[in-house]
């Protein structure tokens, strides 16, 4: 059962219990136990039939001194007065008096309620009063209980709905443990992540302009040059060339990365790949680029591996993966890459030798624009990885990086045979039109650009 469950169970078992117990505390302090009235009330009839048969017997006189012995003996409060008014001595019908005529005079017998009428009323109406006392405290206890939590939630959200986004309401819980409290640690997940995403947002804006900055400014620079001195202009005009297509290379990332992150939930466009074959033909291009670094890379990739992907997606990461390895290892190193399937999952770990990174940044090489501090500037805007997370996770998959005993940087794919996501048919077009893919006999694609890295 759910502990919020058990926690109203207590609560309703322990108003009945507070209501008995106050009940019975109150009879007690009372001592007005329903036999003890009842013996108090026989001795009263009694002890009226016996003065009104010493009344009628003996007289008056007599029926004074026995009301006087008897008051000195057992107080019940009994009285005789005579009275000679006509119809004094009419049937009251109460137990407690009796009327008597002798000798023409009219006697009155009573007994005086006294304390116990009080007790009497007091005994019917204090369970009343202690269910309505005790049920009152226990539902103001109860509402409560249930309704501060909401009003923090209901705080918390407002908070959201006016951007600030670093409301936190669990520790708001008073040491709850149930349901609720793992409510308000949700709420506190979410707030967190909208935080990040606004934080990542932000931060995106400032990398974007940074390195639109750069070439820009040289092209400024080229234009200065051109108009002071306009016989350079075959050597500026390649300038240009060459920061155009870094500014083509950087925003065709960007909108790479912004398009990834705006289907993330839409269906894929998927088709049978084998993905094994497909890595294979990246190593070969990936092995040539190397030598030039003198720079081998061994593979332990084999076997067949057909799964339902998104070919330019797949294509991405793991052509990201690779040349960052190539790209940030070592001259004169070994890269490593190495397969392993099982019926349903592709595990794919590529390992350089270059300088890595602190354990600090396993996770935040991963975000747009990330490099680890000591990597080596080799080109690139620091997007490649977040691409290939990017494009794996959209098939259910993974990516991460860990750091090998022997030094360098090994990161991790894992790709599902079929993405745990609702796809499209295969039949259907890129939703987004795209054209940066063209028919290959091995294949069935190959994208038209090129994927920039790591760090």
Known sequence: MPRLFWKFFATIWLTLATTVAIIILMINIF?????????????????????????????????????????????????????TASGACADEGRAEVRSIVKDGICYRISVSK?????????????????????????????????????????????????????????????????????????????????????DAQQRLFHDVSHELRSPLSRLQAVVGVLRQSPAKLNAMLDRIDREVERLDALVGEVLTLARLTARSGLPLTTQTLDVVELL????????????????????SVDGVFLADVEGELIYRALENVVRNAVKYTAEHSRISVICETTADLLKIRVTDQGPGVIRDELERIFQPFSRGKDAVPRGGYGLGLAIARQAVERHGGRVYASLPDGGGLAITLELPRKPTAHRASDDHLNPNGDPGWRQMPAFGFYPTLHCLYRH
């Open 31 to 83: 001592e007005i136990p329903p036999p003890a009235r009842e013996q108090e009330h026989r001795e009263q009839t009694v002890i009226l039939n016996l003065t009104a048969n010493v009344l009628t017997r003996d007289g008056g006189d007599a029926a004074a001194r026995f009301v006087r012995v008897s008051e000195e003996t057992l107080p019940l409060g009994l009285t005789i007065s005579e009275t």
């Open 114 to 198: 006294g304390a116990s009428a009080i007790l009497d009323y007091l005994a019917l109406l204090m369970p009343w009063i202690a269910i309505f006392v005790s049920s009152t405290i226990s539902a103001a206890a109860l509402a409560r209980y249930l309704i501060r939590p909401v009003v923090h939630l209901r705080d918390g959200l407002s908070a959201l709905a006016h951007g600030r986004f670093d409301v936190r309401i669990g520790d708001k819980m008073a040491g709850r443990r149930d349901e609720v409290t793992a409510l308000a640690h949700d709420f506190d997940s979410s707030a967190a992540r909208l935080k990040e995403l606004q």
């Open 280 to 299: 294979n033909e990246i190593l070969g291009d990936a092995a040539f680029e190397a030598q030039a670094r003198d720079v081998s890379i061994t593979t």
